[in-house]
């Protein structure tokens, strides 16, 4: 209850979504990242190993 009144009283916030290249650089532009975005997933879900996706997924949530 007093997180959804804190939030209220806040108002609106802007979540920043930070997302980095290959390189390690930030990808600034919506399209940047986008494509990004793109590659990972396509990466992931046409493995040929399922391992692979399981690990993948494991090290997400950890990052949670």
Same mark, same amino acid.
């Given at each position: ?7 209220? $009283?806040?108002?609106?916030?802007? /979540?920043? +979504? ?6 390690? %650089?930030?990808?600034?532009?919506? !399209? *940047? $990242?986008?494509?990004?975005?793109? /590659?990972? +997933? ?6 040929? %190993?399922?391992?692979?996706?399981? !690990? *993948? ?8």
């Amino acid at each position: 209850m007093y997180q959804t009144v804190n939030q209220f $009283k806040k108002g609106y916030q802007h /979540k920043f +979504s930070i997302i980095r290249n290959k390189k390690g %650089e930030l990808a600034m532009n919506t !399209k *940047e $990242k986008a494509e990004i975005w793109k /590659k990972y +997933s396509d990466k992931l879900l046409n493995t040929e %190993e399922p391992r692979e996706l399981k !690990k *993948e997924i494991k090290k997400l949530v950890k990052l949670k």
